[in-house]
């Protein structure tokens, strides 16, 4: 059974940053792509970005690119988020993920494991 916990939210001002880190318990999920997704009150939860098994291979949501960015350290099981720039619309709760990408396509997944989430907010 794979465990992923999310560290590093917090309160911050418009304009500034935050890194956030997921770590996984068991190193399962270097095989797996892994992503982040948020959800704001009154919203449903909605795809951030994701990275490929090896970290070669990144996707951006078109309202966090150039803002953000997605890494992962594969030795030490762990992937990160490093958010600069931020809006107030980018507060949520933000949850990270890992799956299983299809044969196809690395971007192609069903996420079976999740977070618990940390919440972020951004203060205007």
């Known amino acids: 059974q794979v465990q992923l916990v999310e560290s590093g939210g917090g309160l911050v001002q418009a304009g500034g940053s935050l890194a956030l880190s997921c770590a996984a318990s068991t190193r399962t999920v270097n095989s797996y792509t892994m992503a982040w997704f948020r959800q704001a009150p009154g919203k449903e939860r909605e795809f951030v970005t994701a990275i490929s098994w090896s970290g070669q291979n990144t996707w951006y949501d078109a309202s966090v690119k150039g803002r953000f960015t997605i890494s992962r350290d594969n030795a030490k099981n762990t992937m990160y988020l490093q958010m600069n720039s931020l809006k107030p619309e980018d507060t949520a709760v933000y949850y990270c993920?890992?799956?299983?990408?299809?044969?196809?396509?690395?971007?192609?997944?069903?996420?079976?494991?999740w977070g618990q989430g940390t919440q972020v907010t951004v203060s205007s």
């Open positions: 993920a890992a799956g299983k990408a299809s044969s196809s396509s690395w971007i192609t997944v069903t996420y079976d494991y």
